[in-house]
């Protein structure tokens, strides 16, 4: 009982991005064969101690004709199509080979830290994916950590919780990111094998105006469940 217009204007951006979905969706596919993909890796510092303790491997496309895409534009796209996986376990081996080769020069206890997408961490063969990252590389589990988003909690949870045990065994540390936006419990953290708890920005961003209250939540939940916040 009722009638929507949607203007012009509003319909040939929605064309558009379309249009652009469509491309990104079948340059994705050509990408992996073209080397387009890289990392970038953001150093984690303590700042108590002023020293280097892990990096964060983060995925790049450099697409020939667009440039520089975002992530967070083309890897709803990957998973959309079916390349997440595969996309997963370029950057999983790489990003060990690159731990490795830190190491060799001596970084020794440097962490490498690696984002899993909510396909990733459902997939059956997830776990034996990341331990035959390790055994191509020689890294050691103990330097590596997965990094999961609260919403991976909210579907298939036994799965998830399945894989994360398996890989627990091999020494591999596990952060959830984005704490405070998503839908997991406290309760269902304490089932799971998680090291550290990372806050959303949007909380982090409240210091600044003295609302810290939050963050100060956040943190004392994370050691209640002996996790680093």
């Known amino acids: 009982n009722r009638a929507r217009f949607f203007s012009g204007g509003s319909s040939t951006d929605h064309a558009k991005q379309a249009k652009e979905d469509f491309q990104l969706a079948e340059d ?28 964060e491997a983060l995925l790049r496309w450099e697409h020939p004709t667009f440039g520089r895409v975002p992530p967070d534009r083309f890897i709803p796209i990957a998973e959309d199509i079916g390349l997440m996986n595969e996309l997963g376990k370029k ?28 396909l990733q961490a459902q997939d059956p063969d997830f776990a034996g994916q990341v331990a035959d990252a390790l ?11 997965l990094e999961l988003t609260e919403s991976v909690l909210a579907e298939n949870m036994d799965r998830v919780s399945e894989n994360l045990k398996n890989l627990n065994s091999l020494g591999i540390r596990f952060s959830i990111d984005d ?32 609302q810290e209250a939050l963050v100060r939540a956040v943190i004392l939940s994370a050691e209640s469940l002996a996790m680093e916040g």
Request: neutral net charge.
């Open 179 to 210: 704490f405070g936006t998503g839908y997991s419990s406290l309760s269902q953290l304490s089932k799971l094998p998680f090291d550290r708890l990372k806050i959303d920005k949007s909380f982090v961003e409240q210091l600044a105006t003295g």
């Open 135 to 145: 055994n191509t590389t020689g890294l050691s589990g103990k330097y590596l950590e």
């Open 91 to 118: 950057v999983l081996v790489d990003a060990c080979h690159q731990a490795v080769t830190w190491q060799a020069s001596g970084f020794a206890d440097v962490l490498m830290c690696v984002n899993v997408s909510r």
């Open 28 to 55: 994705l596919r050509h990408a992996l064969i073209r080397d387009e993909f890289f990392l970038e890796y953001q150093a984690q510092i303590d700042a108590s101690k002023n020293r280097l303790i892990g990096c």
